[in-house]
T-cell receptor, first 115, second 113 residues
Framework: GAVVSQHPSWVICKSGTSVKIECRSLDFQATTMFWYRQFPKQSLMLMATSNEGSKATYEQGVEKDKFLINHASLTLSTLTVTSAHPEDSSFYIC???????????FGQGTRLTVV | GQNIDQPTEMTATEGAIVQINCTYQTSGFNGLFWYQQHAGEAPTFLSYNVLDGLEEKGRFSSFLSRSKGYSYLLLKELQMKDSASYLCAVRAYASGGSYIPTFGRGTSLIVHP
C-alpha cells in the first residue's frame, strides 16, 4: 500500500521556538495533504488542507500565521509551528491523498512537547 | 458542514462480535472510511465504502446505507489486540473539486477476557 512518511516522530522544544514537521508521500503523488491535531483522548481535528502549489485552506480557529503550511511539491508538505507554546503540545498527523488512491494515507504522527 | 456521530465507548468480550455504528449528515458524499487507532499512533485504514452494502475483509466488515446516512463496522472473533479507538470518517466534495475527509470523535473499544 501507499506509504506516507512523517518526520520527526517526536520533538521537544522550548517555548518561543519554531518546529518544522515534514510529511512525504513515498510512492504516489499527493495532490492534497491534510494536517490534523489530536489532543489526548480526543478525535483527530483537521487543521488545514493544502493542494500542491497553492495556499493552504485553514479550518476555523486555526491561526495561519502560527501554523505555516507549505506544499511545494507533489511529494512533500511541511507544517511549521512558529513561536510554540505549551498549549501547542499535541500529536500532529499528516494525511496524503490523490486521485490515484481511493483513501487517504496517514503519516506516523509527530508528538510535539513544548516546555 | 458535516455531522458525524458514533458511540464514545463500547466494551466486549474476547471471541465475541461487536458492531460500532456511525451516522452522518453531509452534502456531496463521496465515501466513508473506518480507521483503527491505538493510543499515540497514527490511524490505520480498515475499510472504505462508497456504495450501499456490506464489504467483508477477514474479521472486519463494514456496511453503508447512503439513504439513511448510516454505517457500521462489525468486528468478529474479537481479540485483545482489537482494543483501540475506531474512527468513522466521511469524505465529501469541497469547493474547487477537492474532497475533505471529516472524522467522528471515535469509539473506544475495550475487549476484556
Amino acid at each position: 500500500g501507499a506509504v506516507v512518511s512523517q518526520h520527526p516522530s517526536w520533538v521537544i522544544c522550548k517555548s518561543g521556538t519554531s518546529v518544522k514537521i515534514e510529511c512525504r508521500s513515498l510512492d504516489f503523488q499527493a495532490t492534497t495533504m491534510f494536517w490534523y491535531r489530536q489532543f489526548p483522548k480526543q478525535s483527530l481535528m483537521l487543521m488545514a488542507t493544502s493542494n500542491e502549489g497553492s495556499k493552504a485552506t485553514y479550518e476555523q480557529g486555526v491561526e495561519k500565521d502560527k501554523f505555516l503550511i507549505n506544499h511545494a511539491s507533489l511529494t512533500l508538505s511541511t507544517l511549521t509551528v512558529t513561536s510554540a507554546h505549551p498549549e501547542d503540545s499535541s500529536f500532529y498527523i499528516c494525511s496524503a491523498a490523490s486521485t490515484e488512491v481511493a483513501t487517504a494515507f496517514f503519516g506516523q504522527g509527530t508528538r510535539l512537547t513544548v516546555v | 458542514g458535516q455531522n458525524i456521530d458514533q458511540p464514545t465507548e463500547m466494551t466486549a468480550t474476547e471471541g465475541a462480535i461487536v458492531q460500532i455504528n456511525c451516522t452522518y449528515q453531509t452534502s456531496g458524499f463521496n465515501g466513508l472510511f473506518w480507521y483503527q487507532q491505538h493510543a499515540g499512533e497514527a490511524p490505520t485504514f480498515l475499510s472504505y465504502n462508497v456504495l450501499d452494502g456490506l464489504e467483508e475483509k477477514g474479521r472486519f466488515s463494514s456496511f453503508l446505507s447512503r439513504s439513511k446516512g448510516y454505517s457500521y463496522l462489525l468486528l468478529k472473533e474479537l481479540q485483545m489486540k482489537d482494543s483501540a479507538s475506531y474512527l468513522c470518517a466521511v469524505r465529501a466534495y469541497a469547493s474547487g473539486g477537492s474532497y475533505i475527509p471529516t472524522f467522528g470523535r471515535g469509539t473506544s473499544l475495550i475487549v476484556h477476557p
